[in-house]
T-cell receptor, first 114, second 110 residues
Framework: NAGVTQTPKFQVLKTGQSMTLQCAQD?????MYWYRQDPGMGLRLIYY???????DKGEVPNGYNVSRLNKREFSLRLESAAPSQTSVYFC?????????????FGPGTRLTVL | GQQVMQIPQYQHVQEGEDFTTYCNSS?????IQWYKQRPGGHPVFLIQ?????EVKKQKRLTFQFGEAKKNSSLHITATQTTDVGTYFC??????????FGTGTRLKVLA
């Protein structure tokens, strides 16, 4: 039982390059989330998916796209990376049950955009 | 828009001292969650509080949800070096969405 996994762990991109961050969970979570974490800013929600087949914008969606490929996988794409997207990206899964919606986070991807 | 603020932003304590972090929301919350993130790690769920005035304990950690359900606190008694990390609160922001506080980074000096 791996929980929530993310690939890659580290990535360096040049401005304008594109890439996809992968996230997978084996905890039967209905909801999945992408956050970015910047120093002193806490965790900010980029996109989320309440269930398979649905996605919605969070606080900071500009410059990103997501795909909920199936119940297990939720990917985040940067079409044209910018230095402002340098951050640590966390994927999380949740049960989508308001009474007990604990989020389980993956180990994160450290992205640097030069 | 909805905001969740935490104070203090940083706290250095001597091992054995107590520590408290406070979480304040601009709106009433149906529940509040607390997470801990060790340096270089990912956030890990600690607890969820739901009821007004609720107090829950986990060993040396005491969590409280305010009567008005707009604030919460986490108190650690007799800190240990293993308590080092950043503590976040998080409140619902719409269905299945959570907004995280800015976090309090705790350093424990041995």
């Amino acid at each position: 039982n791996a929980g929530v996994t993310q690939t890659p762990k580290f990535q360096v991109l040049k401005t304008g390059q594109s890439m996809t961050l992968q996230c997978a969970q084996d905890m039967n979570h209905n909801s999945m989330y992408w956050y970015r974490q910047d120093p002193g800013m806490g965790l900010r929600l980029i996109y989320y998916s309440a269930s398979e087949g649905t996605t919605d914008k969070g606080e900071v969606p500009n410059g990103y796209n997501v795909s909920r490929l199936n119940k297990r996988e939720f990917s985040l794409r940067l079409e044209s990376a910018a230095p402002s997207q340098t951050s640590v990206y966390f994927c999380a899964g949740g049960l989508a049950d308001p009474s007990t919606d604990t989020q389980y986070f993956g180990p994160g991807t450290r992205l640097t955009v030069l | 828009g909805q905001q969740v603020m935490q104070i203090p932003q940083y706290q250095h304590v001597q091992e054995g001292e107590d520590f408290t972090t406070y979480c304040n929301s601009s709106t009433t919350l149906s529940n509040i969650q607390w997470y801990k993130q060790r340096p270089g790690g990912h956030p890990v769920f600690l607890i969820q509080l739901v009821k007004s005035g609720e107090v829950k304990k986990q060993k040396r950690l005491t969590f409280q949800f305010g009567e008005a359900k707009k604030n919460s606190s986490l108190h650690i008694t007799a800190t240990q070096t293993t308590d080092v990390g950043t503590y976040f609160c998080a409140g619902p922001s719409g269905t299945y969405k959570y907004i995280f506080g800015t976090g309090t980074r705790l350093k424990v000096l041995a």
